[in-house]
């Protein structure tokens, strides 16, 4: 959709209930989308996002980075991931990436077969730390 309010809650849907993906409200969403180098990649049905990609490629433009790919549920086990993964790969292609890399979690078994099988390396794995704030407020 046009309207970028509509299209921030079309990734806001598609994401929310995928592992290990927490999305900031629609209005930080939204403005992403506005100042975003290379916008998202959404592929929407009809006015549902059905899945998307966000790719980002370094200051020389010769590495990309693929940091989300995602589904919404009732799109899982339809065959999107490749194709979600091929228009991420293409963008970055276009920008003059001529490596990429992405992260996954361990535990996606689905995803982390989908990369091995288009060509993907495991060159690393790092540890990811969270902390659950009790404020929003860092001095609060």
């Known amino acids: 959709p046009a ?3 509509a299209m921030a809650a079309a990734v806001q ?3 929310g209930e995928s592992r290990g993906i927490n999305l ?3 209005p930080e969403i939204r403005e992403a989308l506005e100042t975003q180098d290379l916008a998202p990649e959404i592929l929407m049905d009809g006015h549902q996002a059905a899945g998307f990609a ?3 490629t370094g ?3 010769h590495e990309g980075h693929i940091q989300v790919i995602a589904r919404a549920p009732a799109y899982r086990g339809r065959g999107l991931g490749p194709i979600i993964l091929s228009h991420a790969i293409q963008r ?3 920008h003059g990436a001529a490596t990429f890399s992405l992260d996954v979690v361990a535990t996606n078994q689905t995803a982390l077969k989908l990369y091995e099988k288009v060509g993907f390396q ?3 794995e790092e540890p990811v730390y969270r902390k659950k704030l ?3 407020n860092p001095s609060g």
């Open 13 to 15: 849907a598609a994401a």
């Open 122 to 124: 495991i060159v690393g």
């Open 59 to 61: 200051e020389t433009g």
């Open 92 to 94: 970055l292609r276009s």
């Open 24 to 26: 900031p409200p629609i």
């Open 134 to 136: 009790s404020s929003p």
């Open 3 to 5: 309207d970028r309010d």
């Open 54 to 56: 966000r790719v980002t």
